[in-house]
């Protein structure tokens, strides 16, 4: 009955973040916000056909959180790092930071696991001999203390330089 009571209480107020924007009711605050940009690198050099490890650095604009990697609800949409296979280079593996435990003004019970400010995600990949563009995508869901945005999709390009 207690968990029900705690599901029940977490899935109303992202229902009522929904609906706030169902209803066309943003929250004026988040109009015009980039919520998550990708800072650096910009290029690295690397052996080709060997594994890598790259920091990649995002920051999450101020007044937001993201969920992080590993949501403490299975219904948050978790972050996450991919590149597409087209790119000359592929992650093989991807170190997400531990996220920040929040509570949220209308549930104070059930913490979230989220993102603020600057991270950091540690990305191994592998490039293919030559010179590429690299366009990673981060997903993610931007929300601040009373709204989410819908989830987004960013690109973090950089340059590749494997001999």
């Keep these: 009955m207690v968990a029900a009571v705690v599901v029940s209480a977490g899935l109303a107020g992202v229902a009522a973040c929904a609906q706030n924007l169902i209803n066309n009711q943003p929250d004026l ?16 050099t690397l052996t080709a056909g060997k594994p890598a490890t790259v920091a990649m650095h995002f920051q999450v ?28 280079a592929r992650l093989e593996s991807a170190a997400y930071p531990p996220g920040s435990d929040i509570t949220l003004p209308y549930d104070p ?13 540690q990305a191994r990949i592998v490039a293919t001999r030559g010179d590429h563009l690299v366009q990673a995508q ?3 869901q931007a929300c601040n203390m009373s709204q989410c945005l819908p ?6 390009a950089f340059d590749v330089i494997a001999k």
């Design 109 to 121: 019970k059930t913490k979230l696991s989220v993102y603020t400010g600057d991270f950091i995600i």
């Design 151 to 156: 989830p987004k999709t960013i690109t973090a």
């Design 29 to 44: 605050s988040l109009k015009g916000v980039t919520p998550v940009r990708y800072l650096f690198p910009e290029q690295l």
């Design 61 to 88: 604009a101020d007044g937001l959180h993201i969920n992080s990697h590993m949501p403490h609800n299975g219904y948050l949409i978790p972050t996450v790092l991919s590149i597409p296979s087209s790119s000359g």
């Design 138 to 140: 981060l997903r993610y």
